[in-house]
């Protein structure tokens, strides 16, 4: 059994920021291997509220294709899809060749939200821990490429980000009724994620836990971790160069914008 490390200094910024770019480097190796070899991808993000998924995602894909890169953040179901195969909504995202689709909360909720906040019956918990092994090795065995992260955020840190998005009007739309029941009901939770660790960690679909207090090393930690997980090359290119511009047909091509609004330049 692993051993939980010892909390370290946070990461500084300048530190962080270089080795960010250079794993951000090698995300647009991974993509360019990607698309060449229609290769598919999923990535799972799941964790504890304010763990830090969405900033780790954002630090993935700020520098690749969303056209390579799909992130999936499904909304509450509707009556219709509540009434369909639990996985059925999610599977519709799945990837095409050449695509890597990474969900931002996935058919895990029902092994968390869902069951610790009774929108499940004990019975479809069950039945969801029991079959989606099952279903992950299908998924595996059809060629696609499954990695499955949670982020764990310990109490007081998470009490802390609570606290800041109270009180800052950019992040308050983050903090939620389900947001402040989890608070409420960490133990609860605790309980329900080892229930699905138990289930649900497999040798073809294991779960990989990244810490999170510290944010900054978290996104790294996490980069590295799955940029380790895919066997990608780097794939060699063309270098491109400009062609020379045509000045066939030229014109005053500025003048054209003063017949139209432009915007004041207040900054």
Not at 88 to 101: D, K, N
Request: overall charge positive; hydrophobic content about 40%; proline content about 4%.
């Amino acid at each position: 059994m692993n051993k939980v490390p010892l909390a370290r200094p946070k990461l500084k910024r300048k530190a962080y920021e270089k080795e960010l770019r250079k794993l951000q480097v090698q995300l647009c190796h991974l993509q360019d291997w990607v698309r060449e070899n229609k290769v598919r991808i999923i990535v799972l993000f799941e964790g504890r509220d304010a763990a830090g998924k969405g900033g780790t995602i954002k630090a993935i894909t700020e520098k690749v294709s969303p056209r390579v890169f799909r992130v999936v953040a499904l909304p509450a179901p509707s009556d219709r899809e509540k009434s369909q195969m639990f996985v059925q909504r999610y599977m519709q995202h799945f990837p095409a060749g050449g695509e890597i689709v990474i969900f931002d909360r996935s058919w895990y909720n029902r092994a968390g939200v869902e069951y610790v906040m009774g929108f499940c019956t004990p019975d479809e918990h069950r039945r969801f821990l029991a079959l989606c092994p099952q279903i992950e090795k299908y998924i595996v065995e059809a060629g696609i490429i499954l990695i499955k992260l949670w982020l764990e955020v310990g109490m007081e840190e998470q009490e802390r980000r609570f606290k800041a998005r109270i009180d800052d009007p950019l992040r308050q739309w983050k903090l939620s009724s389900m947001d402040t029941e989890s608070y409420r009901r960490w133990y609860d939770y605790s309980r329900a994620r080892d229930l699905m660790f138990k289930a649900t960690h497999s040798k073809h679909a294991p779960w990989n836990i990244i810490l999170s207090d510290d944010k900054r090393r978290a996104r790294l930690n996490c980069i590295a971790h799955l940029l380790k997980s895919i066997p990608y090359k780097q794939v060699s290119h063309v270098r491109v160069k400009l062609p020379r511009r045509s000045k066939k047909g030229r014109f005053n091509d500025h003048r054209a914008l003063g017949s139209v609004n432009l915007v004041a330049e207040r900054f």
